[in-house]
């Protein structure tokens, strides 16, 4: 009796937990943003598998990815659509909250930090 227990703790143990699902609205905030303020935007997250597509406000619908932990996007910005946005960030325990880089590629290289809270 006892080798069956703790053959089923093992394998509870080992079981991978299941990846939390983004899909929802969540509210962006960006410290500061691209213009050096601070801003929020409520966005959509769509999760399908791996893949995450979210829309904020009336932009344009951007494209990510989620790795266990880790959730990254990337959209085109600026005059002419140029320039690049690159946010990668960590989901939380609780799959509530990413905390995250913001990184815009243009003559000078424009960084901040995003926090992303679930509603």
């Known amino acids: ?35 050096g303020h601070q801003q929020s935007v409520t966005c959509t997250f769509k999760q399908d598998a791996q893949k995450l597509t979210i829309k904020c406000g009336d932009g344009a619908p951007m494209a990510g990815e989620v790795a266990g932990q880790k959730v990254t996007w990337q959209f085109k910005t600026g005059p002419d659509q140029a320039l690049t946005a690159t946010q990668t960030g960590e989901l939380d325990a609780r799959g509530a909250m990413i905390r995250g ?11 901040g930090k995003f926090t992303a809270t679930k509603q």
């Open 1 to 35: 009796m006892k080798t069956l227990f703790a053959l089923l703790v093992v394998s509870i143990s080992v079981v991978p937990l299941a990846a939390a699902d983004l899909t929802g609205t969540w509210v962006l905030r960006l410290d500061p943003d691209f213009s």
């Open 101 to 111: 880089v913001w990184h815009l590629n243009r003559d000078k290289d424009t960084d």
